[in-house]
């Protein structure tokens, strides 16, 4: 009897756990879609939050809460600027991340990923685009960096895929 090959390990969670716990459409592995990586601008929605946040406590310092809680109503404030100041409005989406890399290349492209990720404290968002070149196997590999808000090109490197 032939063997049959390992599968690869997934985290696969029940339909109806899935649904018990009202999970959103985004995070449900059985929803077949193409995913839509959530703008950054989010985060302002937080920083609303903590602003808040910062109100309810000085109204209850008004009422009669301690006067040291001044200092969590300026801890609100100051984590709200931040969530402002981080929350970029992502202007680059991964398919235009993708085609900017592939003009940027110096191989015709075969596979490639796009992975968002954040630089500085200000977490500025740059696509981080691995290529391979189209040959069968292919014969180089490549890494172009995409500015998230304006679509250039911040970096590359492109190597020789070395032999197995």
Same mark, same amino acid.
């Given at each position: 009897m032939a063997e049959q090959e390992p599968q690869p390990r997934r985290i696969e969670i029940p339909q109806e756990v899935a649904a018990a716990a009202d999970m959103p459409d985004d995070l449900q592995s059985l929803v077949l879609e193409p995913y839509a990586v959530p703008n950054t601008n989010r985060r302002r929605g937080a920083g609303n939050v903590y602003v808040v946040a910062a109100l309810v406590t000085a109204v209850g310092i008004a009422l009669g809460l301690p006067v040291g809680m $001044?200092?969590?109503? +300026?801890? #609100? &404030? =100051? &984590? =709200? =600027?931040?969530? $402002?100041? +981080? +929350?970029?409005d992502l202007k680059v989406m991964d398919g235009e991340a993708l085609e900017i890399a592939n003009r940027e290349a110096e #191989?015709? =492209?075969g596979h490639a990923s796009a992975a968002l990720n954040f630089e500085g404290w200000r977490a500025r968002p740059v696509w981080n685009v691995l290529m391979f070149s189209a040959d069968d196997p292919p014969t180089e590999r490549g890494l172009v960096r995409v500015d998230g808000l304006t679509g250039d090109v911040v970096g590359s490197y492109v190597e020789d895929v070395p032999e197995a």
């Open positions: $001044w200092l969590l109503v +300026g801890l #609100f &404030i =100051a &984590i =709200a =600027a931040y969530h $402002w100041l +981080g +929350g970029w #191989f015709p =492209a």
